[in-house]
Structures are given as C-alpha cells and as structure tokens.
C-alpha cells in the first residue's frame, strides 16, 4: 500500500478557469459581482432596480442563471443593456465554465461592470469562484433571522448582505436585528443594506455601495 | 455531485501516474464553512462508482473546523458556535485562517496483486 499526496482542491479546475477570468475582468478594468440567495429572494428585483437607476449608456451587463426558462433575462432585457440567461439544464449553481462560455461573444472592453445573478441556492454557489471580486448574498425578510447560521459558507464569504423585502417587516415575524446580529456572528464587520424594491426604500444605500466599489476598483486597476 | 465527479476526476487522472496499481482511498478535507454535506458527498460518491471498475474506492472524509488568528496576540485558535473572540486576549479583531478546504488530501493506491484482495473482488 501506497499513500500519494494530492494537496490540491477538489475544484481546481474550476478555480484555474476562475482565475483566468479574474486576470480578464482586471485586464479590462471590470467589476464583477456574484449575487446569490435562496430561490425568491429578490436578486432579479434587485437587478431591475439597480439597472433602472444606472445611467442608460453605462457600461453594464448582466449574465442571470437559472435551471431552466428565459424568464429573468427577459425581464431584464428592456433596460438595453448587455443580459444573457445562463440555463444550468439541472445543475443548482454557475461554474467559471459556464461564465467563460456565454461571455464569448461580448466585447469585454466595452464593459465596467459584470452583474452575475447565481441559480437561487444558498449551499453549491458558494464553493463555485466564478472570478468575481465579490459576493453579495440577498436575504429576504420573508426568510428567517437564522439562515445565516445555518448557511454559514455563503455569509462568511460575501461582502455585502443584502436584506431585501423590507416593505414587508409589518407583517411577517421576522427580527432583522436579529438576522443582523447572526450574519455579523458568521462573518464580523460584514457589511449591509437594507432594501424594498416595491417601495425604493434603501435603494439608495445599495447603489451607493456599488457606486462605492466601482471607483475602489477602477482605482485599484488603475494603480496595477 | 459535481463535487463527487470532481474527487472521481482527480483519482482518475492521478491513476494515470501510477501504473500497475489501483486505488483503495481517496482522502478529502473538508472546512466547516466549505458548504459541503458529508453525508450527501458520500452518497452521490457511492452512486457514481456504483458498478464501475473504482467500485472498491473509499472515501475517506476529514473535517476541518475553523480557525481565527488574534490580530493583537497572534494566538491561533477554533471558533465554536460563532464565538470568534480570541480566548487568550478577549480580542474581537481575529481573522479567518482555515475551515473553507475542499481539498484533495491523498490517495492510496494498491499494486495489483500485492495483496489477497484485489479491486474489484472486495464487493
């Protein structure tokens, strides 16, 4: 009997098609964010509000994964920027293949920002580095205050947490100082907005902190 | 299960190295915050060797948990139940340093006919 050392990752593959689409999106100075949550959470809401507050010649596109139908980039569509819908066909999340795949025929130099909206999953997505330099996971008020105990992976590893469906706080039992306590236990100084896309409430927070990362980034690739 | 083909790749491809053997145990580690079920893993495992020439592979699953590094006193400890305070300085500035592997460990590898038990007539 023989024991080899392998001492790699599980998913190198994915982390070395990862990486090259990281040095690509630095090469051309864009920002890529990873936007996960469980199904329903609101990430398309959210990306048709944040698309609607972006300046309409703005260099952005957005790639949306789903399991099946066209429906989220058709809903995104008819703010005329770059969407393309990333069908998995079963599988529960994107892998940097899938990225690399339907970002072929776009122009990477035209673009500033790339907006990936994940299949809605809170477990697979977050072991899948697609070359973002962020995640943002959304987390609806209609969830509970302890799914970031119970998801740790994706809390520790986003950036920003995104309470989204605040409209609905009245009437649903859920503490969100609570929900923020928890996030703050599994990823401290994590940072968060809180947001309504029905009544625009805290959009404003959120599109300060994308406003924010853009010009760190595009600093941060100017200084390299 | 894309995790599980990703372990049953590695083994394949590493076996390619080792002519004349075949494999007994892959080894993996997995971090606490790495978002992996062990008990899903080893079940979409057992489903894809089923019936196939790695039927014998086990898969052997070590857990990592997590652990912070003090920033003020540089103490290294595991975080239990969300508390990352540090436990020799009462620090809350600590960071991350481990408990997200997914990672390939080892492989053992058999040649054939080394032993009395040969790969596919374990099963």
Same mark, same amino acid.
């Given at each position: ?14 982390? +070395?098609?990862?990486?090259?689409? /990281? ?16 199904? #329903? ?23 949306? #994964? ?14 005329? &920027? ?32 790339? @907006? ?16 973002? =330099? =962020? ?18 992976? $994706?809390? &520790? ?16 039992? &859920?503490?969100?100082?609570? =929900? ?8 401290? #100084? ?23 990362? /853009? ?10 | 299960?894309?995790? =599980? ?24 580690? $997995? ?11 080893? &079940? ?16 052997? $699953?070590?857990?990592?948990?997590? +652990? ?28 991350? $340093? ?8 080892? @492989? ?16």
């Amino acid at each position: 009997m023989e024991r080899v050392p392998l001492e790699r990752k599980v998913l190198s593959e994915n982390d +070395r098609v990862a990486a090259e689409l /990281r040095a690509r999106f630095q090469e051309h100075g864009i920002l890529c964010l990873n936007l996960i949550s469980s199904p #329903g959470s609101g990430k398309t809401s959210l990306l048709e509000c944040t698309l609607e507050a972006l300046p309409p010649r703005d260099r952005v596109a957005v790639l949306t #994964g789903d399991i099946q139908t066209e429906n989220d980039a058709n809903r995104l569509k008819r703010f005329h &920027f770059p969407v393309k819908q990333i069908t998995t066909g079963g599988t529960c999340h994107l892998d940097a293949r899938m990225i690399e795949r339907h970002l072929a025929d776009w122009r990477l130099e035209d673009l500033d920002l790339l @907006l990936i909206e994940n299949v809605g999953n809170l477990v697979c997505p977050s072991s899948y580095d697609l070359g973002e =330099a =962020a995640k943002v996971v959304v987390l609806s008020v209609t969830e509970g205050e302890d799914k970031p105990l119970k998801y740790p992976s $994706i809390f &520790f590893k986003s950036d920003l947490l995104v309470l989204s469906k605040i409209d609905l706080l009245p009437y649903v039992p &859920f503490d969100i100082e609570v =929900a923020v306590e928890n996030a703050r236990k599994v990823h401290p #100084g994590m940072e968060i907005v809180k947001v309504s896309c029905l009544t625009g409430n805290g959009l404003h927070e959120w599109m300060t902190w994308l406003r924010e990362r /853009r010009r760190v980034h595009k600093t941060l690739v100017q200084a390299s | 299960m894309g995790i =599980a083909n990703s372990v049953l790749e590695a083994v394949r491809t590493e076996m390619s190295l080792h002519p004349g053997t075949y494999p007994c145990k892959v080894g993996v580690r $997995i971090g606490e915050l790495a978002a992996i079920d062990q008990d899903a893993l080893r &079940f979409c495992f057992e489903a894809i060797i089923r019936e196939t020439d790695l039927e014998s592979l086990e898969l052997a $699953i070590e857990v990592c948990p997590r +652990r912070h590094r003090c920033q003020p006193c540089g103490r290294d400890f595991v975080v239990r139940d969300y508390d990352s305070r540090c436990p020799q300085c009462a620090s809350l500035e600590t960071t991350c $340093i481990s408990g997200d592997e997914l990672e390939l460990a080892y @492989l053992e590898v058999e040649e054939y006919g080394a032993s009395t038990v040969g790969a596919k007539s374990t099963q």
